[in-house]
Nanobody, 118 residues
Framework: VQLVESGGGSVQAGGSLTLSCLAS????????MGWFRQAPGKEREGVAT???????SYADSVKGRFNISKDDAKNTLYLVMNSLKPEDTAMYYC?????????????WGQGTQVTVSS
């Protein structure tokens, strides 16, 4: 199982970014997938998960601003991030596991950096 994130970058507060996670070695339909993030000096924080294509869950801090989705044909997971805030600055990782369990995953990628300036 290999997960490769992309799409991070630097934006101003209020801006948007879309993260992608290309999966290989398995089909995304068979797994719980999600995003978590970690900022320097802070604990890891779960962001969102998706099972199938419609069962989603979000952290309170991103509800209404972020949207998680999958494209099964492309074996790719997405995270659309709108109305970004400086506190969203972190390294973002995608993860996969057989079951969703409190934003812990058996597999994860190398991460993509998101920086939001005020």
């Amino acid at each position: 199982v290999q997960l490769v994130e992309s799409g991070g970058g630097s934006v101003q507060a209020g801006g948007s970014l879309t993260l992608s996670c290309l999966a290989s070695g398995y089909t995304v339909t068979a797994y719980c997938m999600g995003w978590f993030r970690q900022a320097p000096g802070k604990e890891r924080e779960g962001v969102a998960t998706i099972v199938g294509t419609k069962i989603t869950s979000y952290a309170d801090s991103v509800k209404g601003r972020f949207n998680i989705s999958k494209d099964d044909a492309k074996n790719t997971l997405y995270l659309v991030m709108n109305s970004l805030k400086p506190e969203d600055t972190a390294m973002y990782y995608c993860g996969a596991d057989l079951l969703c369990s409190d934003y812990t995953f058996a597999y994860w990628g190398q991460g993509t950096q998101v920086t939001v300036s005020s």
